[in-house]
């Protein structure tokens, strides 16, 4: 059961969305909402939809449960999927793209160069691969490397026609025409098709990086090479690599934030609307593992929590907000970190439909990659069996910029795909945080932030009925409830196999404040 407070030490208002992002309920039910952005968007108190909903924390008033989704509840994610797949499976339309929306309502044209379905080609890979191709850390020796031959195939790409599928900018508008509404599902010409805030998110990016990186290869004529990874979740790598700094560079982008460049330390929990707490780079280290572990696998303890939540063909994408832990933090926050704030949208690594126009979305997106194959590799061992999610399908233009369709099922064991990631240390995967911590972070408020840390020696805790009795309660100081938990004592496996959440509902706050 979790907490009511965030049981470590980091801020209390970054944390009240995991728990509904988290939780194992489908959240398809939510109504009131009419707006046409693609991602769970909510509104903020003045009923505008906010400018990206990266990292946004959820409006709980907005949200109401149809009461069967608390069936849910107690039953985990090993019993409740479809044995039998969808008669027909999620894809994409790709042959009728429209124009994407970003999040200020402007539509934005994204899509590629039209094909019709006929051109496309399945494309299943061998079951072995003839080549490996070692993914390395930017900051590495062996990524040095990487990085270098990285530069020049960026620099190849963005000199190709702008018409050529595998061009820079083409490529990045990959990403925007699939994030931000570009497809329609094939076979419902209603209903959007999208990739983030879901189960598709780890395959979806792992196919768009494989044939980036192969068009890569293609334009090096080397069939070795493999994408350097932005490795964060280790503090030799939690800041922006070097190579990307450099003015006039292929991999440089100005829009980034200033604050950010070398050498800010990363805040793996970065939340853009919170007057930051600035930290020394120890302090900032520290968190950051804390947070990998917490992430990794205190929150990732079965597929749904970690790899996000079923969306299947049919299904009304705009209602769903099931990001698994991960793409929560340190994915959404990465991105909000670097990108900048100068701009409307934080762009470009901050919103969806111009993050893959920097060169450090495909390192940041290998880093994400790598994290899923350690879960699965070191950490859990299984991914879903369900066949809505294996057989879910995407289209991308390959190497020699032909459209190829590829299924998730098939994007599962990286031998197949002809890649690997460099062993290096795991240094967050004992950095379990103490229990329950003493202080808590208000950051709401300047004047609590700069008299932290707080003890919390000594608040009165109220109990459950004063509590609900004396609100709204101004949030000046802790509030602490305590509520009964039906069930104390479960086995292991009981734990393993079942999620038991905590719904808190009907939270209402004033998001000015
Ligand atoms: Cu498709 Cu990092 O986002």
């Known amino acids: 059961m979790y907490p009511p407070i965030a049981p470590t030490n980091y801020s209390f208002t970054h944390f009240p969305h995991f728990f509904l992002h988290q939780s194992p309920l489908s959240t398809n039910k939510i109504l009131n909402h009419q707006s046409v952005n693609l991602v769970c968007k909510t509104k903020d108190s003045n009923g505008n939809i906010p400018k990206t909903n990266r990292n946004k924390k959820l409006e709980i008033s907005e949200l109401k449960f149809d009461r069967r989704?608390?069936?849910?509840?107690?039953?985990?994610?090993s019993g409740i999927y479809s044995t039998v797949a969808n008669l027909k499976s999620l894809s994409p339309d790709f042959s009728n793209c429209v124009d994407a929306i970003k999040p200020d309502g402007k539509p934005v044209n994204c899509c590629p160069k039209s094909s019709s379905a006929a051109e496309i080609s399945d494309f299943v890979p061998n079951s072995v691969a003839a080549t490996t191709r070692v993914r390395a850390a930017a900051q590495s020796v062996s990524g040095a490397a990487n990085m270098a031959k990285y530069k020049k195939a960026i620099d190849l790409m963005k000199n190709l026609p702008a018409d050529d599928p595998r061009?820079?900018?083409?490529?990045?508008?990959?990403h925007c025409a699939y994030c931000d509404g570009g497809y329609n599902q094939e076979g419902y010409s209603d209903l959007k098709f999208g990739i983030h805030e879901s189960w598709l998110f780890f395959p979806f990016h792992r196919w768009y990086l494989y044939f980036f990186e192969k068009i890569c290869g293609k334009l090096l004529e080397d069939e070795t090479f493999a994408l350097p990874f932005w490795n964060w979740d280790s503090p030799s790598g939690m800041v922006i690599p070097a190579m990307f700094n450099e003015i006039g560079s292929p991999l440089y982008d100005r829009r980034r934030n200033q604050d950010h460049l070398p050498p800010a330390v990363a805040d793996l929990n970065w939340d853009e609307d919170v007057l930051p707490v600035r930290v020394n780079p120890e302090t900032q280290i520290k968190y950051n593992l804390s947070i990998m572990y917490k992430q990794m696998i205190t929150n990732g303890t079965t597929p749904r929590l970690f790899m996000g939540q079923p969306v299947r063909a049919g299904d009304d994408i705009t209602m769903k907000c099931g990001a698994g832990s991960i793409e929560i933090a340190p994915h959404n926050t990465m991105h909000t970190w670097t990108g900048d704030p100068r701009e409307p949208n934080t762009e470009n690594m901050g919103v969806f439909y111009s993050a893959a126009r920097d060169p450090i979305f495909y390192p940041h997106h290998a880093n994400i990659d790598r994290l899923w194959t350690i879960w699965v590799n070191k950490l859990h061992g299984k991914v879903f069996t369900d066949p809505d999610w294996l057989e879910?399908?995407?289209?991308?233009?390959?190497?020699?910029?032909?459209?190829?369709?590829?299924?998730?099922?098939?994007c599962l064991d990286l031998s197949r795909l002809g890649y690997a990631y460099e062993e290096t240390p795991i240094p967050w995967i004992d950095a379990k945080p103490r229990p329950r911590g003493k202080y808590v972070r208000i950051p709401n408020s300047l004047e609590a932030t700069q008299a932290l840390p707080k003890t919390l020696d000594n608040v009165r805790i109220p109990n459950s009925l004063e509590a609900t009795q004396a609100l709204p309660k101004i949030l000046d100081n802790v509030l602490k409830i305590t509520v009964k938990r039906p069930k104390k004592f479960r086995s292991a496996k009981e734990k393993q196999e079942a999620e038991e959440v905590l719904l808190i509902e009907g939270i209402e706050y004033d998001s000015n404040h």
């Open 69 to 77: 989704d608390f069936l849910l509840i107690g039953f985990g994610s």
């Open 167 to 174: 061009n820079f900018t083409q490529q990045a508008n990959v």
């Open 392 to 410: 879910t399908s995407f289209v991308f233009y390959n190497e020699d910029a032909n459209p190829v369709r590829v299924k998730v099922k098939d």
